[in-house]
């Protein structure tokens, strides 16, 4: 959350020089000048900027400081170029499916027992998404405080690289007709804007099905003044010890590579050099702690030493649910992801993907899962009716706003590499299951609609098809008997993740309104743990516009900084 108080000269002057600079020095991915395995990194370096993260939000932060200062970037995972289930639209299922220790897709279950997986690539999120790019809405950007003509600048930055309009096909456009039929409008057609009513939105797969990432945009970056380092762990954050009442101040990382070796990682002299954390909202608040920063008796009971007690880290995690319904197809779909939207006045979004279905896979990628959790699943709870795949099938899904629930984060090791205990309490707040509510019903409203009668087998009503979600594996949660008579039971009972979960560092509670973290100096966190509630239908076009936005924030500062 930054003041809109920027000077318009000095702004526009400093970002044309930026935007004038980038062809001489960019470098098309993947980077092979400054990117390199962290085994071969000295044991200590040092930089004007040390970057946690090379996720959607850091990988454009990272290019944008690049243009004047030495950045190094440090990114847990590989590569997102030459995997065919990151660049190919047909691989996002077999991605999430995956839960080898090598995996881009690092699986998770919360507390609650919802499935769910956080990034281990370069790119993050945008390399292991379901692609859909839409901005947050004006209303959004004012509630923040962010400047609104430097959002869309840097909104306009990272669509130049990685967004794109998508060939709507037989089945998003029979979605899209359907929503239309049952009221959700206007049409706003194609546009990358939330606005209320039906549209469709932005995608990171281009024409061919391929993914763009988070990590194209480091396209922009300067490659004599950026470092990049994969299979990089960072294990903690080091500070200087508070001297004379000043504040403890962050001066480096300390990180280990894949043979497990450890390297020091340090901020050159100069009182405007940082370590920025962008690890996401699990990585991030679990890095604080970790660095010891955070609630003070959990960090005792880890035997991590308190640097700050701050209690508010890892508080407000919040995920926003999804519920979905499988539409068996009489006739052939196309391989779609998210690409139409509903917007509703009730703040819940309905939305839309296709393709083949192999519920054979879905059992055994959950029992999987469920070995994973050491929890125990009955063989026989899909419907053997829906075995004979891959199925033609469409799906519609609808993701609430916000949402008002909210839970925490604890470590449950030292190991940065364990993922933390994370609790989301889905639906804790009524509000939340009335709007999921709301949202089935116009679901079950767009499935009756004459515009899907071709996409429907004769006499499948929509409750029979709410019936069938029940006994799909989706969650650990306990079914009840209820959730077919009741929406309210059906929306807890099989409540699964759209990957929008945020918090654990939030504005106003660890950092400040520059996203500087509270109580110590040189240290900023810059991703989706700072946010209050989700941004827009699809965080990530706001998390990479974030970076960008922010980025270009830090170079004013030192430039005000260096004239003063």
């Known amino acids: 959350m930054v003041s809109s108080s920027w000077n318009p000269f000095i702004f526009s002057y400093f970002f044309g020089i930026l935007i004038l600079s980038i062809p001489c020095f960019s470098e098309k991915a993947p980077y092979s000048t ?40 440090l990114e847990r995972g590989g590569l997102p170029y030459g995997n065919p289930n990151i660049t190919n639209i047909n691989g996002f299922s077999s991605n999430l499916a ?4 090598s995996s881009p897709s690092q699986l998770f279950i919360s507390t609650d027992g919802v499935f769910n997986h956080r ?3 370069l790119g993050g999120g945008s390399a292991i998404n379901a692609g859909f790019f839409t901005r947050a809405s004006a209303e959004y950007v004012r509630k923040v405080g962010w400047n609104e003509k430097v959002v869309n600048d840097s909104y306009e930055w990272v669509e130049k690289k990685v967004a794109f309009e998508p060939q709507v096909k037989q089945w998003q456009s029979a979605v899209k007709s359907g929503l ?69 101040r962050a001066n480096g990382v300390r990180f280990q590579d894949s043979k497990g070796n450890s390297h020091l990682a340090y901020l050159k002299e100069g009182p405007m050099n940082e370590v920025l954390l962008s690890a996401g909202a699990l990585g991030s608040p679990q890095m604080l702690m970790l660095s010891g920063i955070g609630p003070a008796e959990q960090l005792k009971a880890h035997g991590i030493s308190v640097l700050l007690d701050q209690p508010m880290v890892g508080l407000g995690m919040s995920d926003n ?16 992801l998210i690409q139409v939207v509903g917007i509703t006045e009730f703040e819940s979004y309905i939305e839309a993907s296709s393709g083949p279905l192999e519920l054979d896979w879905l059992r055994t990628m959950v029992n999987d899962f469920a070995r994973i959790a050491n929890q125990s699943l009955d063989p026989s709870v899909i419907n053997p009716r829906f075995l004979n795949s891959p199925i033609q099938a469409g799906v519609i899904l609808e993701k609430l706003a916000g949402p008002f629930s909210t839970g925490f984060l604890q470590l449950s090791s030292k190991d940065p590499n364990d993922n933390p205990l994370v609790t989301f309490n889905y639906f804790k707040d009524p509000r939340d299951l009335q709007r999921c509510v709301q949202g089935m019903r116009t679901i079950a409203e767009v499935i009756e609609s004459t ?31 209820s959730a077919s008579v009741s929406l309210e ?5 099989t409540v699964v993740t759209i990957w929008h979960y945020h918090g654990g560092c939030q504005v106003g509670k660890v950092v400040d309104r520059d996203y ?49």
Request: glycine share 8%; hydrophobic share 40%; net charge positive.
């Open 321 to 336: 649910p999804m519920n979905a319904v499988i539409i068996p197809s009489p006739k052939p779909v196309e391989v779609s």
């Open 489 to 493: 039971q059906f929306c807890i009972d």
């Open 451 to 481: 515009s899907l009668f071709d996409f429907k087998y004769p006499f499948t009503t929509a409750q029979a098809l709410f019936d069938t979600m029940l006994t799909f594996p989706l969650n650990l949660r306990p079914r009840h008997l």
């Open 119 to 121: 990034a281990r690539v």
């Open 34 to 73: 400054f990117t390199r395995d962290a085994t071969s990194a000295p044991k200590v370096i040092s930089f004007d900027y040390i970057i946690i993260g090379g996720g959607t939000c850091g990988c454009a932060l990272a290019a944008t400081l690049s243009q004047s200062f030495n950045v190094l970037l």
């Open 516 to 564: 500087k973290v509270l109580g110590v100096d040189g240290l900023r966190v810059i991703d989706g743990s700072t946010f209050i509630d989700s941004p827009g239908t699809n965080p990530q076009a706001t998390v990479m516009m974030l970076g960008r936005y922010m980025g270009l924030k830090i170079l004013r500062e030192r430039l005000v900084g260096a004239r003063s």
């Open 98 to 101: 995956n839960t080898s220790p």
């Open 180 to 248: 239309l039929e049952v009221g959700v409008k206007p049409d706003n057609g194609f546009t990358y804007e939330h606005l209320y009513g039906t549209k469709v939105g932005g995608s990171i797969f281009d024409s061919q099905g391929h993914r763009h990432t988070a990590a194209d945009l480091l396209e922009y970056a300067d490659p004599t003044k950026i470092s990049l380092l994969l299979y990089a762990t960072v294990e903690q954050i080091i500070f200087k010890p508070a001297v004379g009442g000043r504040k403890p």
